[in-house]
C-alpha cells in the first residue's frame, strides 16, 4: 500500500531539489504533480485540494526559496501536512478502567467487524484483562460461530444466548460481566451490505443499553472512497467514538487511509494490518507520513521485532546498526530471527529505502533458507569483513552451500544495498532530523 503513491512524491522532489534555485513557479508546479498524485491514489479530492493550498501557503509564505536547503524544507512542509491530514498525534483507545467497560464495534458486512473484535479481546488479554466477546450479530448462523471460533482460539469467553434479539443478548451479556468480573464487554454487531435505515435503528438501541466506551467503525481501507462516505454516514447516525482501518496490509492506493480522517473528523485510532489475531496496531499519524515519503517506518519495524525477538538482540543490532558495523554475522542471526516473525516482504517494507531496494525481489521461505545456507558457509572472518571474499572463496562457499556462484553473487549484492541503507541511516540519526526523515 501507499508504493505508488511513494514513487510519484519521490519524482516530484526529486525535480524540486535538481532545480537548485525554487521560484513560486516551480514550487507550484510540483504541488500541482502532488495533487495528482493524490487523486491517482484514490484521496478525495476537496482534501486532495485543501492539501496542496495549504502546502502551497506554507511553502511560499515562510520563504523556502530563500533557504539554504528548499527541496528539503518543501518536503518538511509535506510531511508535517501529511501528519496533520492523518490527524496529527495517535489517539488512544478508551482505557479498560471500568467493570465492564464496553467497546461496541460497527461498519459493513465484511469490512473486517468480527477480525477486530478478536483482536481487541487478545489485546486485552495480553494486558492482563478480561474480555467478553459478545456475538450481537445473529442474523447469519456462521456469524455466531466464527466469534465463538475465535473466542476459543485464545481461550477468552464468548456470550450469546438464542432467540433473542441483538439488543436483548448485550443487556444480557452486561449483567454477565458485572457478575463476574469481566473488565471488557467487546460486542461484534451485525452489518450490512450498505447502510440502512434498520441497522442503523438497531445500532442505535444497542448503543444505548450497551452506553459504550468506545464506538469503534470498521472501515475497510481496500474500498477507498466508499469507505470514507460509509464513515461518514454512520458517524452522523451514531456518532462513532473512533475510525478502525482495516486490510491496511492489502495493496490498496492508501485514498481512504488519507481522506478519512479530514472528511469525517474522526480519528484513526488503529489500524488492522492482517488476518491473524495479533495483526493489529495502533495508527500513528506520522509514521505513515514518513512511510508514505518514503522514509520507511523503523519504529514499526523495531517495535514489532521488540514483540517477537528478545530484548537484547535487538539492541544491540539498533547499536550495531547506528555504528554502520552491521556484518553477516549479524544479518545471520536476524535472518534467524526474522523467521519467527512473520512474512519477510512486510518486515521489509518498514525498513526505509528496503521497499525499493529489494523491490522485484520476492522473498519467501526458500530464498531465506538459501541465503541461511550460503551465510553459513563462510567462515567467520568472511562473515565479518565480506569484502574478503573473493573469486575463489565465492566458489568454495557455492560448493559447500549447493548453490551457484551467481546466488553468492547475489547475495553479496544484497547485503552492500542493505549496509548502505544502514550507513544512510545511521547518518541520518547523528545529523538530528527530526524523527524519520531522510532527505538526502
Ligand atoms: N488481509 C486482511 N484481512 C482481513 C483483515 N481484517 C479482516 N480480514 C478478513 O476479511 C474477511 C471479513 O472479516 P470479518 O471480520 O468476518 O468481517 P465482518 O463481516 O465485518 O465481521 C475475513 O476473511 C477476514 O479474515 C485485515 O486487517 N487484513
Ligand atoms: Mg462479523
Known amino acids: 500500500m501507499f508504493d505508488s503513491l511513494s514513487d510519484k512524491l519521490e519524482i516530484v522532489f526529486k525535480k524540486l531539489r535538481g532545480a537548485g534555485k525554487l521560484s513560486e513557479k516551480n514550487i507550484k508546479d510540483s504541488l500541482r504533480e502532488v495533487r495528482s498524485a493524490l487523486l491517482e491514489a484514490d484521496v478525495n479530492f476537496k482534501v486532495a485540494r485543501q492539501f496542496v493550498k495549504s502546502v502551497e501557503e506554507k511553502a511560499i509564505g515562510t520563504e523556502v526559496t530563500k533557504s539554504i536547503d528548499p527541496g528539503q524544507q518543501i518536503i518538511k512542509i509535506v510531511y508535517d501536512e501529511l501528519k496533520q491530514l492523518l490527524g496529527g498525534n495517535s489517539s488512544p483507545l478508551a482505557p479498560i478502567d471500568k467493570s465492564p467497560t464496553v467497546y461496541m464495534i460497527c461498519g459493513l458486512q465484511g469490512s473486517g467487524k468480527t477480525t477486530l473484535a478478536g483482536k481487541l479481546a487478545l489485546k486485552a488479554k495480553r494486558e492482563n484483562k478480561k474480555p467478553l466477546l459478545v456475538a450481537a450479530d445473529i442474523y447469519r448462523p456462521a456469524a455466531v460461530k466464527q466469534l ?20 436483548e443478548i448485550c443487556k444480557d451479556a452486561l449483567e454477565y460481566a458485572r457478575k463476574n468480573f469481566i473488565d471488557l464487554v467487546i460486542i461484534d454487531t451485525a452489518g450490512r451490505l450498505h447502510v440502512d435505515e434498520e441497522l442503523m435503528q438497531e445500532l442505535k438501541e444497542i448503543k444505548k443499553i450497551a452506553n459504550p466506551d468506545e464506538l469503534l467503525l470498521v472501515a475497510d481501507s481496500m474500498t477507498g472512497q466508499d469507505a470514507v462516505n460509509i464513515s461518514e454516514k454512520f458517524n452522523q447516525e451514531i456518532n462513532i467514538t473512533g475510525v478502525v482501518l482495516s486490510k491496511l496490509d492489502g495493496d490498496a492506493r492508501g485514498g481512504a487511509a488519507l481522506s478519512i480522517r479530514q472528511v469525517t473528523g474522526c480519528p484513526i485510532k488503529l489500524a488492522s494490518v492482517g488476518e491473524k489475531l495479533s495483526d493489529l496496531e495502533v495508527f500513528h499519524p506520522e509514521r505513515l507520513a514518513s512511510r508514505i515519503l518514503g522514509m520507511g517506518d523503523i519504529v514499526s519495524l523495531v517495535e514489532k521485532a521488540e514483540k517477537t525477538l528478545d530484548l ?9 546498526i547506528m555504528k554502520s ?32 531496494a529489494l523491490k522485484g525481489i520476492k522473498v519467501d521461505e526458500k530464498d531465506v533458507n538459501r541465503m541461511l545456507a550460503i551465510i553459513q558457509s563462510m567462515t567467520k572472518e568472511e562473515r565479518q569483513n565480506p569484502r574478503l571474499i573473493d573469486g575463489s572463496r565465492k566458489k568454495r562457499i557455492a560448493t559447500g552451500s549447493g548453490n551457484s556462484v551467481q546466488a553468492v553473487n547475489q547475495l553479496l549484492k544484497q547485503f552492500q544495498t542493505m549496509q548502505k541503507m544502514f550507513n544512510n541511516m545511521s547518518k541520518l540519526k547523528f545529523k538530528g532530523m527530526p524523527k524519520g526523515i531522510s532527505f538526502s
Do not use: R
Not at 153 to 167: D, L, T, W, Y
Not at 312 to 320: A, G, H, P
Open 148 to 167: 465463538k471460533v475465535l473466542a476459543d482460539s485464545i481461550a477468552v469467553e464468548h456470550f450469546f444466548v438464542e432467540n433473542k434479539k441483538p439488543q
Open 312 to 320: 537484547e538482540t535487538t539492541k544491540k543490532l539498533q547499536e550495531k
Open 325 to 356: 558495523k552491521f556484518d553477516f554475522e549479524d544479518f545471520l542471526e536476524q535472518m534467524v530471527q526474522i523467521k519467527k516473525m512473520g512474512p519477510l516482504d512486510s518486515l521489509m517494507g518498514m525498513i526505509p529505502g528496503a521497499g525499493k
